[in-house]
């Protein structure tokens, strides 16, 4: 069965580094997702991707946070200079209609 | 999207149906019922959704009141891997593209 696929699995950086976070989509899948999860949160919307352009981004996705489909496979998460704030999880989506199917994950542990 | 309400915590024993409750007293004509999980620390899993009419898949079965006021997501045989939060989710379906908005679901715990 098709997945979603996410790498690295986790993720240290220091507070001020960038880090890009990798995710190969289901192929045939048009909709393209980013979520996170801070420990014992809530899971929080924060951008979806169609058609080469951002279609809907949430309050969290500011302009240290950007998106990008390099290829026809990959699907990046880049976060520009991190936050301590920023330490979660982050779960990548893809969708053709109904049902969004969510990758494992990255666990970024910014310190 | 409507809002959802759903109990924090259910238990439920191995062998035997789950049914996990959801209210959307406001949801409209439109918008859709949604199932999620989530196993711990694991990506969010699809389970089923359903407009008006009950909808059943190999994972679950949504049944759907009337009045669509409230919904009951069903597994009919829990095991102790069905473990997890489950998320009932209210959306407008016609864009496959609109985000979802998780709430805190109910955490199931599938006992021996």
């Known amino acids: 069965e098709p997945e979603v696929t996410q790498t690295p699995s986790h993720q240290v950086t220091q507070m001020g580094q960038e880090v890009i976070l990798r995710c190969v989509p289901i192929?045939?899948?048009?909709?393209f997702y980013w979520y996170r999860q801070i420990l014992g949160q809530k899971v929080e919307f924060l951008v979806s991707f169609y058609n080469n352009e951002i279609s809907e981004k949430s309050e969290i996705f500011d302009d240290q946070f950007s998106v990008e489909r390099p290829d026809g496979s990959n699907f990046t998460l880049k976060i520009r200079s991190t936050k301590l704030e920023d330490s979660a999880m982050y779960f990548c989506?893809?969708?053709?209609?109904?049902?969004?199917?969510f990758g494992p994950g990255t666990r970024l542990t910014v310190t | 999207d409507a809002k959802t309400t759903q109990p924090p915590s259910m238990d439920c024993a191995e062998g035997r149906a789950a049914n996990l409750p959801c209210n959307h007293s406001t949801i409209s004509g439109n918008e859709y019922v949604y199932w999620y999980r989530q196993i711990h620390s694991q990506g969010p899993q699809y389970i089923i959704h359903?407009?008006?009419n009950n909808e059943t898949n190999e994972m679950a079965s949504l049944i759907i009141t009337e009045d669509r006021k409230s919904s009951t997501l069903i597994l009919p045989h829990a095991t102790l891997r069905d473990t997890a939060v489950y998320y009932c989710?209210?959306?407008?379906?016609?864009?496959?593209?609109?985000?979802?908005?998780f709430g805190g679901g109910t955490r199931l715990m599938v006992k021996p």
């Open positions: 989710i209210v959306r407008v379906a016609h864009n496959a593209g609109n985000m979802l908005t």
């Open positions: 359903g407009l008006k």
């Open positions: 989506a893809s969708s053709e209609a109904q049902g969004k199917y």
């Open positions: 192929s045939n899948h048009l909709y």
